[in-house]
């Protein structure tokens, strides 16, 4: 029998981050699949759009009117999943001693707010010019800074959530902040996981991990002097890709000037070889990950950004998380080093 081999053999991969496995399939991807590809015909969107009420100077379902803004534009999300108001209580019931836990209950406060990255309904972060990517990170470091201030804020979560097959029916190029009281999943397992490595090793997983991806250089996508993109070694998504921060800064409030230049060049880069690989404006679920906002220094953690983008070989034919990832465990079949090879071979123009 052949010797093991992760370009051929069934296995599976540990994520660090979240302690968890995913189980990728490469054998499966041998029969070639290139040229098939499906292609969209172009979107041709507005520059402008009367029923966006995201556009300068429309009016939103609770009857404020948008500013003429020029620039990035910021409100409270008119239906926001979190309330900052909401009393504080919780619940607890069973039935018997030995029931008890099982019904538990915990008011949550927070603050869910929009951003506009361009007056410009036709926009994407990949079609936007430097000072325009760069005005975006600056509205991220202020939401993150000043939401985080707020003595019941605990966590700030900035995410872009792009794409009708994502769920997203407005294109006007735009991102949620969702800031609340306690640590949501994710973020929590990332702690976790991130304070177990520091006390055991004494150093940042996440440096250490971005040292190691930099040596072998095959998981990596494009990098500048602030930011590297690499597909991680245990990417569920058949294009996923993170970006970390080359300096260990735990939030982008500790960025300097030019790490947001970083940035922002990265973000184009990125965005940039998403849209060429299909052809198509790429879908996706991107967002930040900084320390939780609790007061503490959490020098364990590393700012980073994850995209999770659906589709598998073509603009229609995307990847679903159904069936024995639901059950079990997730599963890919093409390799993050070849899903890496292939967005280091696209235009990044
Ligand atoms: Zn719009
Ligand atoms: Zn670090
Ligand atoms: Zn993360």
Redesign the pocket.
């Known amino acids: 029998m052949a010797s093991f081999d992760l370009k051929v053999h069934p296995h599976r991969r540990f994520n660090p981050l979240t302690r968890e496995w995913v189980l990728v399939s490469p054998h499966r991807t041998q029969r070639p699949w290139l040229g098939q590809v499906e292609k969209l015909p172009p979107e041709s969107a507005p520059t ?2 009367a029923d ?4 300068p100077g ?1 009016r939103r379902a609770t009857g404020a009117r948008n500013p003429l803004y020029r620039g990035t534009f910021v409100f409270d999300n008119d239906y926001p999943a979190l309330l900052a108001g909401t009393p504080e209580g919780e619940m607890r019931e069973g039935g018997h001693a030995q029931q008890k836990g099982l019904l538990v209950a915990a008011s949550e406060r927070g603050i869910c707010r929009v951003v ?1 990255f361009s007056p410009r ?1 036709d926009l994407t972060l990949g079609k936007m010019d430097q000072a325009g990517l760069r005005a975006v990170v600056d509205v991220w470091t202020e939401q993150y800074r000043e939401l985080g201030a707020l003595p019941f804020i605990n966590h700030v979560q900035i995410f872009e959530n792009r794409g009708a097959i994502m769920g997203c029916s ?3 190029p735009h991102c949620q902040i969702w800031a609340n009281e306690h640590l949501p999943n994710e973020p929590a397992k990332e702690l976790g996981a991130l304070g177990a490595y520091q006390a055991a090793r004494g150093s940042c997983l996440l440096c250490d991990y971005l040292a190691l991806e930099r040596q072998q250089g095959e998981r990596l996508v494009t990098e500048n002097d602030h930011f590297s993109a690499l597909v991680p070694f245990w990417a569920v998504w058949p294009f996923e890709t993170m970006l970390i921060a080359r300096r260990h800064i735990t939030g982008l409030d500790l960025s300097t000037d030019e790490e947001r230049d970083g940035l922002a060049d990265i973000l184009k880069r990125l965005t940039t070889r998403y849209d060429h690989l299909f052809e198509v404006s790429f879908p996706y679920s991107m967002g930040f990950h900084q320390r939780p906002t609790d007061g503490k220094p959490h020098p364990e953690w590393h700012l980073h950004a994850h995209f999770y983008p659906p589709l598998l070989r073509s603009a229609t034919v995307r990847k679903f998380m159904v069936g024995y990832e639901m059950l079990a465990t997730p599963q890919r079949d093409i390799t993050a080093e070849t899903a890496a090879a292939r967005l280091r071979e696209m235009r990044a123009e």
Do not use: G
Not at 52 to 55: N, V
């Open positions: 402008y759009d966006c009420y995201m556009c429309n506009c309904h407005n294109p006007h």
